[in-house]
């Protein structure tokens, strides 16, 4: 409840005390947090403003920003073809992982890795920096076009309610 979890702090804290007491639970292999699966919607749909360039807001690339631990990846067998992943060691970096649609709309013939851009259209907003690109991934439904994304760490855009997902050696409705 937002009574008891009121700071984005104190939500992260929340989700990392859940994500650590399932990784300790027996036939758990693996845990992640995302604030959106794939295909069940669009996330924060979010303009980019691309650093160093002067493209108007109409014209602007739109992601889907998608908050994630760096276990989302391995779970669901997403692997980085360029760059890297994102690692626990970014929680606090402005830093994101794109997916290849969206990298190729935002610097179109260009080296993604390690440009500069900002969510919204606010010059003051923190600018991340591109360190890995995945492949693209179906956000919404399996007969519509790749979702262009842009994953950031989750302790960075912490909401009140998440997706848990567990990964088991065993049946998982005998975890649940």
Wanted: no cysteine; aromatic share 6%; glycine share 8%.
């Amino acid at each position: 409840p937002l009574s008891r979890y009121a700071t984005p702090e104190q939500q992260g804290a929340f989700f990392a005390a859940l994500a650590d007491d399932l990784r300790a639970r027996p036939g758990v292999v693996g845990v992640a947090i995302t604030t959106q699966l794939p295909l069940t919607g669009t996330g924060a749909l979010s303009a980019l403003s691309v650093a160093g360039t002067t493209v108007a807001a109409p014209e602007r690339p739109s992601a889907d920003v998608r908050s994630v631990t760096p276990a989302y990846f391995s779970l669901l067998n997403l692997h980085a073809t360029r760059g890297r992943l994102l690692e626990p060691k970014d929680g606090d970096r402005a830093v994101a992982v794109l997916s290849e649609h969206l990298a190729a709309q935002a610097w179109p013939g260009l080296d993604p890795l390690g440009r500069r851009f900002r969510f919204g259209l606010n010059p003051a907003a923190p600018e991340f920096e591109v360190v890995g690109i995945v492949t693209d991934v179906r956000g919404t439904a399996l007969d519509q076009p790749p979702t262009p994304t842009a994953y950031v760490p989750f302790p960075q855009r912490t909401r009140s309610t998440a997706t848990i997902m567990v990964r088991t050696t065993g049946e998982p409705l005998r975890l649940a």
